[in-house]
C-alpha cells in the first residue's frame, strides 16, 4: 500500500505564492505516475496538473498553465506544486494522487492511492 501526505498548504493572498508538497510512504512511487487535484466547495473535484513516473511529461489544466509548475524527486518520493500568481478562484483542497501505471492521466478514476487533502485559500 501507498499513503500520500501533503502538506503546505496554507491562507495567501492574490498573487502570493505557494509550494504544496506530496511525501509518499510505504513503497516508492518512482515508477508512478502521479498527479494534484483540487476541489472547492459545491464543486466537483478537477485535474490540476499531472506528471509521468520520470518526470518528462506533464499536464496542466488550462485554468493554471503558466502559474502551476508539477515536478518529482523520485529520490525523496515526493511531489511538488509550485503555484505562483494565485487567484482566489484558486481556493480549494488540494489532494495528490498516484497511479501504478507510469503514464499520467486527467481522470480521477486512474488514480489509485490518494491523499487526505490540504486547504489552499486565497483571499483577495
Known amino acids: 500500500q501507498v499513503q500520500l501526505v501533503e502538506s503546505g498548504g496554507g491562507l495567501v493572498k492574490a498573487g502570493d505564492s505557494l509550494r504544496l508538497s506530496c511525501a509518499a510512504s510505504g513503497r516508492t512511487v518512482n515508477t508512478y505516475a502521479m498527479g494534484w487535484f483540487r476541489q472547492a466547495p459545491g464543486k466537483e473535484r478537477e485535474i490540476v496538473a499531472a506528471i509521468s513516473w520520470s518526470g518528462s511529461n506533464t499536464y496542466y489544466a488550462d485554468s493554471v498553465k503558466g502559474r502551476f509548475t508539477i515536478s518529482r524527486d523520485n529520490a525523496k518520493n515526493t511531489m511538488y506544486l509550485q503555484m505562483n500568481s494565485l487567484k482566489p478562484k484558486d481556493t480549494a483542497v488540494y489532494y495528490c494522487?498516484?497511479?501504478?501505471?507510469?503514464?499520467?492521466?486527467?481522470?480521477?478514476?486512474?488514480?489509485?492511492?490518494w491523499g487526505q487533502g490540504t486547504q489552499v485559500t486565497v483571499s483577495s
Open positions: 494522487a498516484a497511479r501504478v501505471a507510469g503514464v499520467s492521466s486527467v481522470l480521477i478514476t486512474g488514480y489509485d492511492y
